[in-house]
């Protein structure tokens, strides 16, 4: 029998290494199906980041069908999605170094369609009785001006950067051609609204030239949230709307008319801050393939058109996305607490499923394995916030008696967004070393409805703020972990919530912002155009409440922040650019406190090459660990820490 050894927490030795984690992983993304081929986007750190159409043929045989340098990206709205399409075999594509629209054809090299312009294009299907991809076009060609998006019909055999269809608001995306062709189905919204605030759908009708002759609104509106239309095979129009106050499926019928398909006190959309999402597809005119969410847990299920029959579907699947079908299969990407995400396809018959292709090579032993626990735990005002726990697990280590773990909590991005079950290499990096972890769905956090989602309104850097201090003093109190060694990190908005937590509240230690904001008035004047209002409902309008962004802005308040800061930033973000890290990291240099900071040439919003996934993870350990004094069991690139 084997025996445990006796170690602090934080200095066990972990089979999952960074290097394992990067050279293993990839991203999957954007499953199709084209006849009897299958595909889907791989993006992959070890090739600097380059996203990969690959495909899955009839007989099991997988391919890439771009090939380097090609990087199928788009950079609309900066966080991009949509980035390719496909019809039978033929593949239309965003180049990310130029993006230009490309095909490909056979085995032959990829061809341009688009002429080189700073104009960028996402969300593209193919109109085949117009000969034309139509989809969003973001023209940024005039400078000093922002970004124009309207909806437009690019020549399949051409290079024009496309005929305008439909214009005149701030933003445009899911566009869908009926079966029958002769009509059009799309999103819009306009500034302040981000598309889950309020959006509206729209059907146009094609004239003989292609154009649209003629359209009307079907749903939606400044406070409600339309998701996804899709046309079923027989030209009925499904979409997912919030009007209930949750995401639900409906439908428009024939004589017009708009239906809520089920209503559950469960959301079938997601927040869209990529093109190309989808949470169901119709298998046949009678039947949809959904996935749903249920306390921030994916379900699915099968939906009868015709009776509204609703039959859950048993899945061993915790994290459902990117819902596609075909008469008798389904493709998504999924995962589960013990799987990382996959594509997978299930028979709709025997309700089997098949791994097609695995986000990792990593495999993790059950014994170093740690799994969620959903905690709801008391936060401000009388509520409940949601979040899951990751108690630290290594089957070769214990704790000295009466040592409680420390505690990393992980604030998401968005902040429009939500913590996810899937397993994450990531995070049992962190559990199979001693450290537990926090993963909260704060109040703004999407699956729990509208109401919920509205908790963050005017309260962006207060809701979330307390929400991830009460989860930490929750845990302490419950005695799972320990009140001294108290750690917050996050992402971009996340990293905002890391940065307001370490300033305006005394609950943490130690914390790390990962692209993070600093400065709430600087985003809302040099973002993006996507983002360039979203703060109006966060925060407020700006200027008239110029007094609540200072107020809201950890730079303005650093004499407040008295421990350790680690700092990791793209150097070509243009969401949070990289002023925002080191107007922050200067400040605290100045005043004496330790203070790390970790640049990243190549990189913007988010990390995508794999030296810089490890040099970021392991730079965040060294720098916890030299902040509370454990001992690491395996040596990493140390990280210039100044003040310490």
């Known amino acids: 029998m084997s025996h445990s050894r006796i170690a602090p927490y934080g200095s066990w030795k972990s089979p999952i290494t960074s290097d394992s984690i990067v050279k293993g992983s990839i991203g999957l993304s954007q499953p199709l199906i084209d006849g009897p081929d299958i595909y889907w986007i791989e993006m992959r750190p070890t090739e600097g980041g380059r996203s990969v159409i690959v495909r899955r043929d009839a007989t099991g045989v997988v391919n890439d069908v771009t090939p380097s340098p090609f990087n199928a990206r788009t950079l609309v709205h900066e966080y991009g999605g949509g980035d390719y399409t496909v ?89 869908r051609v009926s079966p029958d062709g002769s009509r059009l189905a799309w999103l819009t919204w306009n500034h302040p609204n981000m598309p889950w605030d309020g959006c509206e759908l729209w059907v146009g009708t094609f004239g003989e030239d292609g154009s649209i002759v003629k359209s009307e609104r079907i749903a939606g509106g400044r406070e409600e949230s339309i998701f996804q239309p899709e046309w079923s095979p027989d030209s009925v129009l499904y979409f997912v709307s919030d009007q209930s106050g949750w995401w639900n499926l409906h439908r428009m019928n024939l004589d017009g008319s708009v239906e809520p398909l089920r209503e559950m006190q469960a959301e079938f959309g997601m927040p869209q801050w990529g093109f190309g999402m989808s949470t169901y597809a119709c298998e046949s005119a009678e039947r949809i393939v959904c996935a749903y969410i249920e306390n921030g847990i994916s379900q699915l299920a099968l939906l009868d058109t015709r009776t509204k029959a609703f039959e859950p579907i048993v899945s061993p699947y915790t994290d459902l996305r990117f819902v596609r079908a075909s008469p008798g299969y389904a493709v998504m990407r999924a995962g589960s607490p013990t799987e990382a995400a996959a594509i997978v396809k299930l028979d709709l018959e025997t309700r089997a499923f098949k791994v097609l292709r695995r986000s990792t090579t990593l495999e993790i032993e059950a014994a170093y394995l740690s799994t969620p626990r959903a905690v709801e735990f008391p936060t401000e005002d009388g509520r409940t916030a949601h979040g899951f726990f990751y108690p630290p697990r290594n089957r070769d280590y214990s704790a000295p008696d009466g040592e409680r773990p420390p505690l990393l909590v992980e604030s998401h991005g968005g902040p429009t967004a939500a913590a996810a079950t899937a397993l994450s290499p990531g995070i049992q990096y962190w559990t199979s070393r001693g450290i537990a972890v926090l993963d909260v769905n704060y109040g703004g956090s999407t699956g729990f409805g509208r109401a919920y989602r509205e908790r963050l309104k005017d309260k962006w850097g207060m809701i979330d703020v307390d929400d991830c201090a009460n989860g930490a003093r929750y845990l302490v109190g419950q005695g799972k972990v320990d009140g001294d060694r108290l750690m917050i990190t996050g992402g971009s908005a996340g990293g ?92 605290l240099r100045a005043k004496g406190i330790p203070v790390a900071y970790l640049p990243f040439d190549g990189e913007q919003h988010g990390f995508r090459q794999a030296k810089n996934i490890k040099r970021a993870l392991d730079g965040e350990l060294y720098f916890y660990s030299r902040v509370f004094g454990f001992e690491l069991a395996e040596p990493v690139e140390p990280v210039e820490i100044d003040n310490l």
């Open 87 to 175: 019809r039978d075999g033929v593949v239309y594509f965003s180049n990310f170094s130029d993006q230009r629209l490309y095909v490909r054809r056979g085995e032959a090299a990829p061809e341009a369609i688009t002429p080189a312009a700073d104009v960028r294009y996402a969300d593209a299907v193919i109109d085949q009785a117009g000969g034309r991809l139509i989809c969003v076009r973001e023209d940024h060609t005039v400078a000093n001006r922002e970004a124009v998006n309207t909806l437009v019909g690019v020549k399949l055999e051409g290079n024009e950067t496309g005929e305008v269809l439909v214009s005149g608001n701030d933003f445009y995306s899911s566009p």
């Open 496 to 587: 905002y919530t890391t940065l307001c937590a370490l300033t305006f509240r005394d609950t943490f230690n130690a914390g790390a912002s990962h692209y993070g904001v600093s400065d709430a008035e600087a985003l809302a004047k040099e973002t993006h155009k996507f983002e360039s209002r979203y703060l109006d409902g966060l925060i407020g309008p700006y200027p008239e409440k110029r007094d609540v962004y200072v107020a809201r802005s950890p730079i303005n308040f650093t004499e407040r922040l008295s421990c350790p800061v680690i700092f990791f930033q793209g150097l070509e973000d243009k969401v949070v650019p990289p002023n925002q890290a080191e107007t922050m990291v200067e400040a």
